[in-house]
């Protein structure tokens, strides 16, 4: 659209300059906006908080008319102007911050503010300010101003007045969260609040508090320390995320939701082990209270050497253990029931990966560009999943879900695979050569991204489908094998897949005659004798892996299958 854009779910000029129109609930104007436009907020009844950015210069007339659940508003120093009527009928304004800045508030500005008792305005400003309400025909007399104490913490009020930090302007150090500010409880630690406050060292949180946001504490590179008490009920996920030199959370004893042993981050029981702090070096034991260990636990504990987890473990979270590159194994219990998305990606020093009989669920790229990475291996106990050359499939092998990243060399899929799964073949840069066998009919996307070695490729006729980026990053491909005349249909799937096709050469493959398992005595016996051959039959279970194996990599050999070809009836 040439004249409108929609940030933060707000209808804005296309320049992002002025608001146009604004919406209910907790709002946030985007940084960039200079000028809240006429009416913007008109009577937006269900309008319970704003918070107005310092890029904005002017509140223009009618602005926030009519928001009668809007409580408190704090205009930032950048703003110059309040037009007519700008918050007029704010039924239930009962707090409003006007700076210095502010040299022009126009008629009726608060007119109909029934519940507006308190103005905070800066220190030695009140005349001013209390000048400019009352030319605009605002009633004084009942109004409390207040001059603001001197704070190193910016902060929003929420619907009940309480203070919600959402900055921190000090200079680092050690620092004490209060309890209070401007005679507001502090009763929350917002989103990225002291996002790459790089100078803090050590971080009290004052009683009171009662949460801390996503991300409240990121990147503070400096932090080595954290006290939470016991009134906190919130923590948000990844709060102390890029905090590298972070060795202990500590939590007052009291606290009903959370507790800390070791500097580490529990919920009151110890059933959840929620954040390790990414500062801990050596090895960690994880209680045998636990049996989760949450989305995020070790993410960037590039330090930790070893980390024993018990039996009474059952499930390991997404990106649990994302970029443990100081970690050289993987010792997964055998309680284990479910490893999440990305649990164990970028562990660099792993070779070898051990899933026990337990898991059930296994999510998306779990041991994804784990560089040193070169097996996989399940218990052949396991019922939802095994390996192959140390490859990961589903039991029935239908889904090929990972290749370990350090295998090398040329990869031949086994018979039955039907789809590449998301990032299947991350960052295998030693991968040379890749044969997809028939019946594939998915490559899912991102599914070979940054094989930088991948020089050749077959793909079968009976592909249907090749995810976004597929093989994004895989510069080096030159030759991909399809079957005799499927090379135009090929290309398309591969071009629709972002792929550059023009410096790959496309090599008619013919077709291999397939071996045919029968399933019935009638059926192999009736094929038996019309064409005179033996009978050679594999007794077993299509749910054994080893009666798998022997039927669709043993018998697939090329000598095998020329022999049994020539000579047998399959049963």
């Not at 919130?234 to 709060?239: E, H, L, R, V, W």
């Not at 007052?252 to 009151?268: E, F, P, Q, R, W």
Request: glycine share 10%; with cysteine; charged share 15%.
């Amino acid at each position: 659209n040439p004249a409108y854009s929609s940030p933060n779910g707000l209808l804005c000029t296309k320049d992002g300059k002025t608001l146009v129109a604004g919406v209910n609930g907790d709002v946030v104007i985007p940084e960039g906006v200079a000028s809240i436009g006429e009416s913007a907020f008109y009577n937006c009844s269900g309008l319970t908080s704003v918070t107005i950015p310092s890029s904005v210069t002017s509140i223009e007339d009618w602005a926030f008319y009519g928001c009668g659940s809007l409580t408190s508003v704090m205009i930032p120093s950048s703003v110059a102007s309040i037009g007519y009527c700008a918050f007029g009928n704010c039924s239930g304004l009962t707090s409003v911050t006007i700076p210095s800045s502010v040299t022009s508030i126009k008629d009726n500005a608060f007119e109909g503010c029934s519940s507006l008792t308190t103005v905070y305005v800066d220190t030695g400003d009140e005349s001013h300010v209390r000048g400019l309400l009352a030319d605009s025909g605002l009633d004084c007399t009942s109004i409390t101003f207040v001059s603001p104490e001197v704070t190193d913490f910016l902060y929003k009020l929420d619907v009940n007045g309480n203070a919600v930090i959402t900055n921190y302007a000090g200079a680092g150090g050690d620092i004490t969260i209060p309890a209070s500010i401007d005679g507001h409880k502090v009763t929350g630690i917002g989103s990225s609040a002291f996002y790459k406050c790089e100078s803090l060292t050590l971080v009290t949180i004052e009683e009171g508090v009662r949460s801390i946001g996503l991300w409240a504490f990121r990147d503070c590179v400096g932090l080595q320390s954290v006290t939470i008490p016991s009134s906190v009920t919130s923590i948000g996920d990844m709060a102390f995320e890029g905090c590298g030199n972070l060795t202990e959370i500590s939590v007052a004893v009291g606290n009903g939701t959370y507790s800390s042993m070791d500097g580490i981050l529990y919920d009151k029981d110890k059933t959840i082990l929620i954040t390790c702090p990414e500062g801990k070096i050596g090895v960690v034991a994880i209680p045998s209270s636990v049996s989760i260990v949450e989305d995020f636990a070790f993410k960037y504990c590039r330090s930790l050497t070893e980390v024993t987890m018990p039996s009474s473990v059952t499930s390991i979270g997404d990106m649990a253990f994302y970029y443990c590159s100081g970690l050289i194994e993987a010792l997964i219990p055998p309680s284990v029931e479910s490893i999440g998305n990305y649990a164990f990606g970028y562990c660099s020093g792993f070779e070898s990966v051990m899933i026990p009989s337990s898991v059930t669920s296994i999510g998306t790229e779990p041991f994804g560009c784990c560089s040193a990475l070169t097996e996989i291996a399940v218990s052949a106990e396991n019922c939802a999943y095994c390996s192959e050359d140390g490859i990961l499939y589903t039991k029935d092998r239908s889904r090929l879900i990972q290749c370990p990243a350090g295998i090398t060399g040329e990869v031949r899929l086994p018979n039955g695979v039907e789809s590449i799964e998301y990032s299947a073949f991350v960052f295998c840069k030693g991968l040379t050569s890749v044969a997809i066998p028939s019946g594939v009919t998915n490559i899912a996307g991102r599914a070979f991204v940054y094989c930088s070695g991948l020089t050749e490729l077959s793909i079968p006729s009976s592909m249907l489908s090749i995810g976004v980026d597929a093989f994004f990053g895989c510069g080096e491909l030159e030759t991909v094998y399809v079957e005799d005349g499927d090379e135009s249909r090929v290309r398309d799937l591969l071009s629709g897949s972002g792929l550059d096709c023009s410096g790959i050469t496309f090599v008619p493959l013919a077709v291999e005659e397939s071996l045919t398992w029968y399933t019935t005595k009638a059926e192999a016996f009736a094929a038996a004798e019309e064409s005179g051959k033996r009978i050679l039959l594999l007794y077993g279970r299509e749910t054994c892996a080893q009666c798998v194996s022997t039927r669709d990599k043993t018998c697939e050999a090329a000598a095998v299958k020329e022999e049994l070809l020539d000579g047998y009836v399959l049963w």
